[in-house]
């Protein structure tokens, strides 16, 4: 069973930095990442690291948020600076794991509330 360790989050002001940390209880992983939903709207990819590749970023990000972690480790943290209220969202932690047969599986957090305010 995948599990997945959100922490971070919160209230800020906009202009602010939050930071978002997610591990998972499982190895052997193809990809780490965040994902965001607005009320109303559809989940959005935040920030993404993979096993192979480089980062990548949603086109709202535009220079403000930083991913890193280790994939090995199970272990991402997603950076936000220069938060705007537009950033006000639930964001998810997602992992993604080669399927038995072929293709990936995606595993969700619980989801953390980001609020800004103005």
């Known amino acids: 069973q995948v599990q997945l360790v959100e922490s971070g989050g919160g209230m800020v002001q906009a202009g602010g930095s939050l930071t978002l940390r997610c591990a998972a209880s499982v190895s052997a992983l193809t990809g780490m990442g965040w994902y965001r939903q607005a009320p109303g709207k559809e989940r959005e990819l935040v920030a993404s690291i993979v096993v192979d590749g480089g980062p990548e970023y949603g086109d709202f990000v535009q220079g403000r948020f930083v991913i890193f972690g280790d994939i090995a480790k199970s272990r991402v943290t997603l950076q936000m600076n220069g938060l705007k209220s537009e950033d006000t969202a639930v964001y998810y932690c997602?992992?993604?794991?080669?399927?038995?047969?072929?293709?990936?599986?995606?595993?969700w957090g619980q989801g953390t509330q980001v609020t800004v305010s103005t």
């Open positions: 997602n992992v993604k794991i080669a399927a038995q047969y072929g293709g990936l599986r995606d595993y």
